[in-house]
C-alpha cells in the first residue's frame, strides 16, 4: 500500500500530465503511475539520451532521483 508521501507524487505527477498533455484524468494518473514504478530506470534513460556525447555526465548516474527527497 502507498503511503501517503508516495501518493502526494502520484497525484502531483498525475496532475501536471493532465495539464500539460490534455487528456483525461484515468489516462494521467496510468502514466504517472506507470513513472513512479519505474523511476529509477525513467531517470536513468532520461539522463543518457539527453546528455551530449562529447563529455560525461556532470551528475553521477546512481545519484539521480525523479523527485528530490
Do not use: C, G
Not at 498533455?21 to 496510468?30: C, E, G, N, S, V
Amino acid at each position: 500500500m502507498y503511503n501517503n508521501k508516495q501518493l502526494s507524487k502520484l497525484m502531483y505527477l498525475s496532475w501536471e500530465i493532465q495539464r500539460k498533455r490534455h487528456i483525461t484524468r484515468t489516462k494521467a494518473l496510468l502514466s504517472a503511475w506507470a513513472i513512479l514504478q519505474n523511476e529509477d530506470i525513467t531517470v536513468y534513460h532520461l539522463t543518457r539520451k539527453y546528455s551530449h556525447t562529447n563529455y560525461p555526465n556532470k551528475t553521477q548516474t546512481q545519484n539521480l532521483t525523479l523527485f528530490n527527497h
